[in-house]
């Protein structure tokens, strides 16, 4: 298991950005993949943006050109930078990490085995 922590969320006017952090400790954190998830009021928690342990990154239709994943396995953090932020966008954010996710249907969060906390971005109009 990965022990991650979240941080950098806030509130933010709509076009705005914030950039998330999310810190890993526990395992090597170069041979894990990594994921953003988000999860609104009543609704249930979906894919954002994954990176590989190799760097390749994935995101989901609604995120891409405004957000980017990426890591520092130096630092053993991944990052989501959020540019032109909507009201949609408001949701809590959790980090996630595994090491085979990445090779499966890595938008179900049910394949990631760590997750964070979260950290609650919120996008006013």
């Known amino acids: 298991q990965v022990q991650l922590v979240e941080s950098g969320g806030g509130l933010v006017q709509a076009g705005g950005s914030l950039r998330l952090s999310c810190a890993a400790s526990g395992r090597t954190f170069s041979n894990y993949a990594m994921a953003w998830f988000r999860q609104a009021p009543g609704k249930e928690r979906e894919f954002v943006a994954a990176?590989?342990?190799?760097?390749?990154?994935y995101y989901t239709d609604s995120v891409k050109g405004r957000f980017t994943i990426s890591r520092d396995n130096a630092e053993n953090t991944v990052y989501l930078q959020m540019n032109s932020l909507k009201s949609e966008d408001t949701a809590n954010y959790y980090c996630?990490?595994?090491?085979?996710?990445?090779?499966?249907?890595?938008?179900?969060?049910?394949?990631?085995?760590?997750w964070g906390q979260g950290t609650q971005v919120t996008v006013s109009s």
């Open positions: 990176i590989s342990a190799s760097g390749s990154r």
């Open positions: 996630a990490a595994d090491r085979e996710a990445i090779y499966r249907d890595y938008t179900r969060r049910t394949v990631w085995g760590s």
